[in-house]
């Protein structure tokens, strides 16, 4: 789970090298009923994956422009590959924020206010609330979980990928069908996908990952803490074991505020369902404990440094977009998120332009700009691909070449310039959106939640 836009943890996970070779795509869709565009598939789906993005706000309701360009710029790109993707989110009105605080520790059904003080200081109430176990309210970030769980029950996928909002497909790796980059990466790192079928993500800075902190669990509650993870960013096996792995983590949300060293209010504060991820793969006795593995480095701590991946061969999975990983998660403060968030919208306007001339092709340059992170990788690089997304409707929207890279900067860097592209990442939203949106069923639960027992 990312942190808030004022939190600023700087590692990240490994990251997967995709290579920039175009792949040609199987972009043929059909509507369900519901509206929701589904790519098509073939007869045996062992091997088709599932990429999963869930936020309380849909897309068109977000905040922050940055949730809308990575929407529109990741659409595309499952579109250019034939993978399945659906945006769950959650049925009732979005936040509205009141002066009212109620303890973070305590279990609120649906009959009362759900309200509560983030550790960020705004007392926040919302009528869009994870409805967890025994109907106990939780911070809607727990229902990433929940929305795994229904993907896996109801979407028959060989793999999820869930991911983050502010995390999007490698710029510099359009071309390349993460459906067959996953496979690889696994096996070059020796992950047997049957056993441990929930992979994740070294990328850190977790909240448990301080460098004081292993010693001082270790020697008050026995924990010994395997890994240093984000939970924003994952793997899971399609499997009955992938789905006990991910239940297992559904039910922490019920565990003893207590049971966290650190002392977080897990169920309503940050870092929600991240701290109870660090939990299950620390402690040995835990009933899915052995589940659980994480890349790239699964016998080490913190997966390294971005010059540990500077070759393409040296394959990762999700870091910080200099990790050059197969996906760049751009967790971090609001600049962190701004400026990746404006290149997400520079990438996707470039490619709907070539859609609007319809051209056969396009090619991507990016120039290295002058502002600060303008030597970072994925800022300088060409490449050339079929325009496979391409459709009437995104056709339609007419979007004109952006200009070059560098006055989508930092906020205070050619904002009024920024602000001219965002309507058409709005419109692109609204042709984008009603392919891939699914709604969390009020009604849903994870199988046996009646039997898990209220929090203490």
């Known amino acids: 789970t990312s942190a808030p836009a004022t939190s600023a943890p700087a590692t990240s996970a490994p990251a997967t090298s995709a290579p920039?070779?175009?792949?040609?795509?199987?972009?043929?869709?059909?509507?369900?009923?519901?509206?929701?565009?589904?790519?098509?598939?073939?007869?045996?789906?062992?091997?088709?994956?599932?990429?999963?993005?869930?936020?309380?706000?849909r897309p068109s309701e977000a905040r922050n422009q940055y949730v809308k360009s990575a929407f529109v710029y990741n659409a595309l790109y499952v579109k250019q590959h034939g993978i399945q993707m659906k945006y769950m989110t959650l049925a009732g009105?979005?936040?509205?924020?009141?002066?009212?605080?109620?303890?973070?520790?305590?279990?609120?059904?649906?009959?009362?206010?759900?309200?509560?003080?983030?550790?960020?200081?705004?007392?926040?109430?919302?009528?869009?609330?994870?409805?967890?176990?025994?109907?106990?309210l939780l911070h809607p970030a727990w229902c990433k979980i929940k929305a795994t769980l229904y993907a896996m029950d109801h979407l028959d996928p060989g793999w999820v990928l869930p991911m983050d909002l502010d995390s999007v497909?490698?710029?510099?790796?359009?071309?390349?069908?993460?459906?067959?980059?996953?496979?690889?990466?696994?096996?070059?790192?020796?992950?047997?996908?049957?056993?441990?079928?929930?992979?994740?993500s070294q990328e850190g800075a977790g909240y448990w990952c301080d460098i004081k902190l292993p010693v001082e669990i270790t020697n008050k509650t026995g924990f010994k803490i395997r890994w240093c993870l984000n939970s924003g960013v994952n793997i899971v096996k399609g499997t009955a074991l992938g789905r006990r792995a991910v239940?297992?983590?559904?039910?922490?949300?019920?565990?003893?505020?207590?049971?966290n060293p650190l002392g977080y209010?897990?169920?309503?504060?940050?870092?929600?369902?991240?701290?109870?991820?660090?939990?299950?793969?620390?402690?040995?006795?835990?009933?899915?404990?052995?589940?659980?593995?994480?890349?790239?480095?699964?016998?080490?701590?913190?997966?390294?440094?971005?010059?540990?991946?500077?070759?393409?061969?040296?394959?990762?999975?999700s870091n910080h977009p200099w990790y050059r990983c197969t996906v760049n998660h751009f967790f971090g403060d609001v600049h962190t998120k701004t400026y990746w968030g404006n290149r997400s919208m520079h990438m996707a306007a470039s490619l709907l332009h070539g859609c609007a001339i319809r051209n056969k092709t396009?090619?991507?340059?990016?120039?290295?700009?002058?502002?600060?992170?303008?030597?970072?990788?994925?800022?300088?690089?060409?490449?050339?691909?079929?325009?496979?997304?391409?459709?009437?409707?995104?056709?339609g929207l007419d979007v004109p070449l952006p200009p070059d890279n560098p006055v989508f900067g930092f906020q205070n860097e050619n904002y009024s310039v920024v602000f001219e592209w965002e309507s058409y990442m709005e419109a692109a939203v609204g042709v984008l959106e009603p392919r891939h949106i699914l709604v969390l069923p009020d009604d849903y639960g994870p199988d046996d939640s009646a039997n898990i027992p209220p929090p203490p």
Not at 28 to 36: F, M, N, R
Not at 247 to 255: E, P, Y
Not at 368 to 387: K, R, T, V, Y
Request: proline share 7%.
């Open 20 to 57: 920039a070779t175009s792949a040609p795509a199987t972009s043929a869709t059909s509507a369900s009923s519901a509206g929701i565009e589904t790519a098509a598939r073939p007869a045996t789906t062992a091997e088709r994956g599932l990429v999963l993005f869930f936020g309380h706000e």
């Open 93 to 136: 009105e979005p936040y509205d924020r009141y002066d009212h605080l109620r303890d973070p520790d305590s279990c609120f059904t649906k009959d009362r206010d759900f309200c509560y003080m983030p550790a960020w200081g705004q007392s926040v109430c919302s009528k869009r609330f994870c409805v967890g176990p025994n109907g106990c």
């Open 169 to 200: 497909f490698r710029f510099d790796g359009f071309g390349a069908s993460v459906e067959k980059v996953i496979p690889t990466m696994l096996d070059s790192m020796g992950v047997d996908f049957e056993a441990t079928p929930f992979v994740a």
């Open 247 to 259: 239940h297992a983590w559904w039910k922490s949300s019920m565990d003893d505020v207590a049971s």
């Open 265 to 317: 209010h897990f169920r309503l504060d940050h870092p929600w369902e991240q701290d109870r991820l660090h939990y299950i793969t620390s402690l040995d006795t835990h009933e899915a404990y052995g589940l659980f593995t994480a890349i790239p480095k699964p016998d080490e701590f913190y997966m390294g440094t971005p010059h540990d991946y500077k070759d393409a061969t040296d394959l990762c999975f």
């Open 362 to 395: 396009v090619r991507i340059h990016h120039p290295e700009g002058e502002h600060s992170l303008g030597a970072i990788p994925q800022n300088e690089f060409d490449m050339e691909f079929p325009l496979d997304f391409c459709d009437d409707e995104l056709a």
